[in-house]
């Protein structure tokens, strides 16, 4: 019932603070806490709470109890020093893993906190970190997901957190909305609202998007609102550059795909498509159909088309037809579904001259329907080779 009140309360607050503002500082979360006068981004913090930091020597205790915790000696032990860590009360720091237990956090969760924010084990749990788990509890927010960000929870409540997630509010909408933003960048909300968050979102009106198209972009990739205005700019002059105009709903999720690249980044992946006999104008029309396609790892990128090139036998322009099977993982995904196909082959339940293009896209319960579980009873072969036990040998062979 306490909890219940508590997140009602919360809630309360993030629809009375006005669209530009904090509230004061004291309680709940918004007091006296070392943490909060230091950038979480910097991952740096120290503490002085009830220890002398001036020696940088590992603190045998401390490092004693991070292992305790499923840290490695090496990982304490720079955590010690690193962050100046001096863990004098094990009763404070057993409060704290309690305390996120308690709000669902599971022992691989609180490990990732220990071992990038393991300062947080000297704050106090009722005063500084409770009221932080009750607002993110009420925003529907995953531990696991707060978990890849604690240093949220050194942010100020009043300050920072609810006026932040307000300001989002108001340009997502919905808070489903804003639950899918924060849950695939949580990060973002360690930005500060005033320089960071504010600017990037009258940038993004600057260069032409509605206000329906700015939620949406966010809802793809919020961390968008970490760029400096200058930089959404050249955004959008690269956009206009390869043809993509901003009323073409493809163009936010290619938006979002640019804002994680630099230039230079992007300069280069376009080189390396091109090598393999595209021409810049066919890359970016694959671009604007799979946008994600520029955002896979060189080496992936060269892995992929390779084996499609080389073992399936398709051609380039066919490959970026359908560029989305580049976004397939080779290993867990295309080479298994090669194997299943192989094994219909040999057996003569398809044509060697299938598709393959057609037949390796789809859904994972598409592929097995038509393919696996259509065929199990008589070819067992064929979960044999779903299951990654028989490997893919090419078609030309028996597998």
């Known amino acids: 019932m306490l909890a219940s009140i508590c997140r009602r309360r919360l809630l309360f607050r993030i629809h009375q603070i006005p669209r530009g503002g904090g509230g004061g500082g004291g309680g709940g979360g918004g007091g006296t806490n070392p ?14 709470a009830g220890a ?19 840290l490695s000696p090496t990982a304490a032990a720079a955590a010690t020093t690193g962050q100046r860590l001096r863990i004098c009360s094990t009763d404070k720091a057993d409060a704290v893993c309690a305390l996120l237990r308690h709000y669902g956090f599971a022992n691989a969760d609180i490990l990732r906190i220990v071992r990038s924010a393991s300062v947080l084990l000297l704050v106090d749990p009722e005063r500084i970190l409770r009221p932080k788990l009750d607002f993110f509890a009420s925003l529907g927010f995953k531990p696991r997901k707060l ?11 009043d300050k920072h957190l609810v006026p932040s997630i307000q300001f989002l509010r108001g340009i997502i909408g919905s808070d489903d909305h804003l639950r899918q933003a924060l849950h695939r960048q949580p990060r973002t909300l360690s930005s500060d609202l005033e320089t960071s968050m504010r600017p990037a979102v009258e940038a993004l009106r600057r260069g032409g998007l509605t206000e329906a198209a700015i939620s949406k972009l966010l809802v793809i990739n919020l961390c968008v609102l970490r760029l400096s205005p200058d930089r959404i700019s050249k955004v959008f002059e690269d956009l206009k550059e390869i043809g993509m105009c901003i009323a073409d709903s493809r163009s936010l999720y290619c938006f979002g795909v640019m804002c994680t690249l630099k230039r230079e980044t992007w300069l280069r992946k376009l080189q390396l498509y091109t090598s393999f006999g595209l021409s810049e104008g066919e890359v970016f029309s694959a671009f604007k159909t799979q ?4 955002a896979l790892a060189d080496d992936n990128i060269e892995k992929k088309v390779r084996f499609l090139l080389d073992e399936l036998k398709l051609g380039i322009h066919a490959i970026m037809s359908r560029p989305v099977i580049l976004c397939y993982s080779l290993d867990k995904c295309i080479l298994p579904r090669c194997a299943v196909l192989s094994v219909l082959m040999r057996e003569g339940r398809i044509q060697r001259q299938i598709k393959l293009p057609q037949a390796l896209l789809g859904t994972s319960r598409e592929f097995s329907t038509k393919y696996v579980l259509k065929h199990a009873d008589e070819i067992p072969d064929v979960v044999k080779a779903y299951e990654g036990k028989i490997k893919f040998e090419g078609f030309g062979c028996d597998t």
Do not use: H, K
């Open 35 to 48: 943490l909060q006068s230091i950038p979480p981004a910097r991952n740096s913090y120290s503490s002085s």
């Open 52 to 70: 002398d930091v001036s020696n940088s020597e590992p603190c045998p205790d401390t490092v004693s109890y991070l292992i305790s915790c499923g």
């Open 147 to 157: 978990a890849t960000a604690p240093f949220l929870l050194a942010r100020s409540l």
């Open 291 to 294: 946008p994600t396609m520029l």
